[in-house]
């Protein structure tokens, strides 16, 4: 049974960087067609994907978030990361770890991907953004 | 970005009532639509993949039907353990999007 656990700093000031990590049990973060994303949610609002990660390195990061954000695997420590920098008070959210099976290839740039659902999700890790 | 529009925002039914929620998507998705459960202080839980697969565990009080860009969640028979908000989302193409939930009560 592959269970997820989010870590890190639950306050981080405007303007840092917000440093996660997940921990990965009960399977191995590169084996499989699986991608490993994370997706937040204000309190009280819905969800936002984040971005994502497969074990060949490969990413897919919300436009919305740009240049601010980084996904990465480690895959000696069975674990995936996340960092967010110049955050501001619209970061705080609650953050989760989740890992998606693939469905689908969809096609971009001449090569193609593997998409598809949310299936194990960590629980969660309150993030704040304040000074 | 594809844009995933859910209505009712809200609702709230009696134990035993039908309960459907709609999902639309802003351009042809096919199937490739899930619906999540999450209930209060916990994480969302996957109920149905490709619009209408339900998933291992998952009461069959639950379907999911559609494909293209409407797509329907049926609660066949409301249960008070099915208190929780729902959200669907799409995976044709990155980013991945959700809809923005329906909140799900007991009158």
């Known amino acids: 049974q592959v269970q997820l656990q989010e870590s890190g700093p639950g306050l981080v000031k405007p303007s840092q960087t917000l440093s996660l990590t997940c921990s990965v049990s009960?399977?191995?973060?590169?084996?499989?067609?699986?991608?490993w994303s994370w997706i937040r949610q204000p309190a009280g609002k819905g969800l936002e994907w984040i971005g994502r990660?497969?074990?060949?390195?490969?990413?897919n990061y919300n436009p919305s978030l740009g240049s601010r954000l980084t996904i990465s695997l480690d895959t000696s420590k069975n674990q995936l990361s996340l960092r967010l920098s110049s955050v501001t008070a619209a970061d705080t959210a609650v953050y989760y770890c989740?890992?998606?099976?693939?469905?689908?290839?969809?096609?971009?740039?001449?090569?193609?991907?593997?998409?598809?659902?949310?299936?194990?999700w960590g629980q969660g890790t309150v993030v704040t953004v304040s000074s | 970005d594809i844009q995933m529009t859910q209505s009712p925002s809200s609702l709230s039914a009696s134990v035993g009532d039908r309960v459907t929620i709609t999902c639309q998507a802003s351009?042809?998705?096919?199937?490739?639509l899930n619906w999540y459960q999450q209930e209060a202080g916990k994480a969302p839980r996957l109920l149905i993949s490709?619009?209408?697969n339900l998933e291992t565990g998952v009461p069959s009080r639950f379907s999911g039907s559609g494909s293209g860009t409407d797509f329907t969640f049926t609660i066949s028979s409301l249960q008070p353990e099915d208190i929780a908000t729902y959200y669907c989302?799409?995976?044709?193409?990155?980013?991945?999007?959700f809809g923005g939930g329906t909140k799900v009560g007991i009158e």
């Open positions: 989740v890992r998606e099976r693939s469905l689908k290839y969809y096609e971009s740039g001449g090569n193609y991907y593997l998409i598809g659902a949310f299936d194990i």
């Open positions: 009960g399977g191995s973060i590169s084996s499989g067609s699986f991608y």
């Open positions: 990660i497969y074990n060949a390195g490969t990413t």
């Open positions: 351009q042809d998705i096919s199937i490739y």
């Open positions: 490709d619009a209408s």
């Open positions: 989302q799409q995976y044709d193409y990155p980013p991945l999007t």
